[in-house]
């Protein structure tokens, strides 16, 4: 834990996850991400519970000149239009993704896809970068994803999409809303 005077706040390292009375750091092979320790995007655990690398995932690719050539991770996904991204693949619900992964649902071809930045420590909005670039700089200090649209639910898995307006915050993704 550091304590950020800006915020006169304490907030967990970069490798480890808020828990009650302080914060755990993550394994040697995990990251945080999302309040929780578990393997980066592109890996999974292996038999001897070791993050490892899974081929053809976050692989990186391009929609007409480089496509993804895994067999199980032949989808492309790109953000807003662009050509480039990375493999990933389809998905019906969250069950069909790797448990760092959520399922687009909400896209129009769903697949799974990570929420960068997710659950990094933060003491104010410059903190937070990618996906999740709004710092929590209440309650939990840490990066959550913002300007989710209440019907479509594009939250991470295990999150919704609450309506807090009345506090003068839009929608973020939260565990539970208020």
């Known amino acids: 834990m550091t304590f950020v005077e800006a915020a006169n706040a304490c907030v967990c390292n970069a ?6 009375g302080g914060c755990q750091a993550c394994a040697s092979d995990e990251v945080a991400s999302g309040g929780k320790c578990g393997c980066a995007a592109g ?23 480089a496509p993804c ?10 953000k807003s239009g662009a050509t480039t991204g990375t493999c990933t693949k389809e998905c019906g619900s ?16 769903p697949y799974c896809r990570t929420f960068e930045g997710l659950g990094a420590s933060c003491a104010g909005p410059a903190d937070c970068t990618a996906d999740a670039g709004f710092c929590d700089s209440f309650m939990t200090h840490t990066c959550v994803v913002a300007g989710c ?10 999150t919704m999409c609450c309506d807090l307006s009345q506090f003068g915050l839009g929608t973020l993704c939260a565990a539970a809303c208020p």
């Open 94 to 109: 969250n069950d069909d993704c790797n448990t760092a992964y959520t399922c687009a649902t909400w896209e129009p071809h």
């Open 43 to 65: 890996e999974t655990k292996s038999a001897d519970n070791v993050c490892v690398a899974v081929a053809g995932l976050g692989d990186p690719c391009n929609t007409t000149t």
């Open 15 to 20: 490798n480890a996850v808020p828990v009650p």
């Open 149 to 158: 649209s209440l019907t479509a639910n594009e939250c991470p898995r295990g």
């Open 69 to 78: 050539t895994d067999t199980t991770y032949s989808f492309c996904a790109t």
